[in-house]
């Protein structure tokens, strides 16, 4: 983790943008880019492209929506379900 001090530096501030206590933000960013070094391993994807997707969601929940991927699926599902 000590390759990424910065990067959870810069995702702690963000968590406290959102109103998280400097102790939960460090928490969650060591959690959030943990995990995103774990899918790009997974995927053989890029740290960075992981880091971003999870932000993303971060971001998109703490509006209280969900991310446009998931809502043009959601929509999906509904638009057949209507048609049943």
């Known amino acids: 983790m000590k390759v990424h001090k910065q990067t959870i ?6 968590f406290k943008n959102l109103g998280s206590s400097n102790e939960q933000a460090r928490i969650m960013a060591e959690q959030l880019v943990k995990r ?5 391993k997974e995927n053989t994807s890029s740290f960075i492209e992981e880091l971003g997707k999870l932000l993303e969601t971060v971001s998109c929940g703490a509006q209280g929506r969900l991310k446009p991927s998931d809502e043009a699926e959601m929509s999906q599902k509904s638009s057949k379900t209507a048609e049943k």
């Open 36 to 40: 995103a070094d774990q899918l790009a």
């Open 9 to 14: 530096a810069q995702v702690a501030q963000a």
